[in-house]
């Protein structure tokens, strides 16, 4: 039996790896760069060298490695096959065999927000639960599914991307998938500034939030103040999430929303405004569902990664 | 090996069974009538004595059985616990242990409308595909969603309950669950002719379907006709369900939807009216989907019971 796993996280600015016991301790972390040239050539072969010299370091032989779990920003097969990763340069190829060619030990691969949801699973907000949504709000808005301990891949690897579910008829801007009205239009850190802009410009309340630099952070922290106009941008970000969190529920009915992503700072605050949504929306047998914070922040991608290679999934 | 399975689908009124070989070939069907009396005691008692007598007139030894799979009409956990059945008159029970006191042979149960869904993907028209959501527009509006070849049968057994998806802010009046807008109100058989009621007082236009029965066949018979106004209730509704759809997409992104229940068998035009809508709606990397009709009607039930059964999948 092997003590030992790797996770990795391979993002578009640093590749962040770390070093676990086969219970789910981070033993250590550390980061890379993400050399984007010769689209992405060296990302993998990069990837490897610092396992193995990290792995020398702590004079840990390779053997008591139980396998590398691997998170890459794009859709990932149930076999690792990712079909391309813009951010990377990446199109489509096997990513445990690409890495296996460096590195001779098992290689799990899967997308990152899946990997991440998995990790908060395993370790974080979601802990205890196998029926699982990660939510993450962030400058989109991306999810992660996990039923019965397992992630939910999807055909073409779009399990989760639950940011592009259609949520408002009237919307006239266009999002970045290009259709109107996405989830993630109201409840991304820039959704949630548009949502504050359009109140702001529609009547001359007093705010705060006419103040200063504009951002998801100073909307909660008005919330928090007691900003009139700040609460009913909230209550109207909670209205949308709400409802497609009902949506999303009469699908795959969780035990658990794990909310993270950098809007989730503002703590729970924010399930004030999304459970009475939640609720007036969602059909009666999935009502009784928990909230949660994501507890793993920018790490959940490394824990997530060790863990799905510790578990035996793909 | 056991060269047998039974699947049994428990409806209000009876009970449906077959012998199946383990290939999936329907050897024979018949059925019982549902005793609901004394809270429904009898039923599984009623099941159990009917396969033994059907075994033996076929001159099949038990041992030759893998075991039973059962469909039931109520919300079932994973390890085959049912909630409550309100149409049955049963409370809380597990429905394994409860059969098995009959049987001796394994049995699996799991919900009816997940079962069928399963019973589409085995033998129907789902054959081929893992990632699979199945949609039963009758009455209301059921579903079943299957992930890498397995139920989602979610926290509450709720998974696939998509008749109560929010889809419509507007609505005024009450669906079946409470709740106003759902899936269901737009969509199932009542939901269709619902909508015809409404664009018939709208407007003087001429059409068939003001006079007849005015019923979902009705409605399609009338679309296939060329009646104008028909076409307008088809568009409405495929509106409705095509958003639906790729809401649900979002979510688990299958290879295939399974079109089935009483509404389905107006056949392929439905997906005229459903595709457009579902490609408007959907996100990008879900909208390569398949529509399919469900082939096996009312015998999914007993098919996806028995595949349950033999696929090792609680």
């Keep these: 039996m092997a003590n030992y796993a790797i996770g990795v996280d391979i993002g578009g600015t640093t590749v962040k790896l770390g070093l676990f ?5 981070a033993l250590c972390k550390w980061e890379i760069p993400t050399v984007k ?3 992405g050539s060296r990302i993998l ?3 490897a060298e610092s396992i193995l010299k990290k792995l020398e370091e702590e004079k840990i032989a390779l053997g008591d490695v139980a396998g590398v779990g691997i998170g890459v920003p794009g859709p990932v097969d149930a076999k690792g096959t990712i079909f391309n990763a813009v951010n990377l340069g990446w199109g489509e190829f096997n990513v445990p065999d690409a890495l296996g060619k460096y590195l001779n030990i098992p290689v799990k691969a899967a997308n990152d927000a899946n990997v991440a949801a998995f990790g908060e ?3 974080g907000g979601g802990r ?5 949504v990660a939510v ?3 400058t989109g808005v991306g999810g992660g599914i996990i039923v019965d301990g397992r992630i939910v891949t999807g055909a073409n690897g779009a399990g989760g991307e639950i940011g592009h579910i259609p949520i408002e008829d009237e919307e006239t801007e266009v999002c970045g998938c290009g259709k109107k009205g996405c989830l993630e239009q109201y409840t991304s850190a820039t959704g949630i500034v548009r949502l504050a802009r359009r109140r702001l410009a529609k009547n001359q309340t007093p705010s705060t939030l006419r103040e200063g630099e504009l951002d998801a952070k100073a909307v909660f922290d008005a919330v928090k103040a007691g900003d009139a106009l700040a609460c009913q941008v909230a209550a109207e970000f909670g209205e949308y999430l709400g409802k497609g969190l009902a949506m999303i529920a009469s699908v795959v009915n969780p035990e658990v929303f794990v909310i993270g992503g950098g809007v989730s700072k503002a703590g729970e605050v924010l399930f004030e405004y999304i459970r009475p949504a939640y609720e007036k929306y969602a059909f009666s047998a999935c009502r009784n569902v928990e909230f949660a ?3 793993l922040g920018n790490d959940a991608g490394i ?3 060790a863990g799905l290679l510790l578990s035996g999934e793909a």
Tied chains: 1, 2.
């Design 21 to 25: 016991s086969t219970e789910g301790k």
């Design 37 to 39: 040239e010769d689209k």
């Design 45 to 47: 072969p990069d990837v």
């Design 121 to 123: 699973m395993w370790q």
């Design 128 to 132: 205890g639960h196998a029926n699982l």
């Design 136 to 138: 993450t709000l962030g």
């Design 293 to 295: 914070l994501a507890t």
């Design 303 to 305: 824990y997530g990664a």
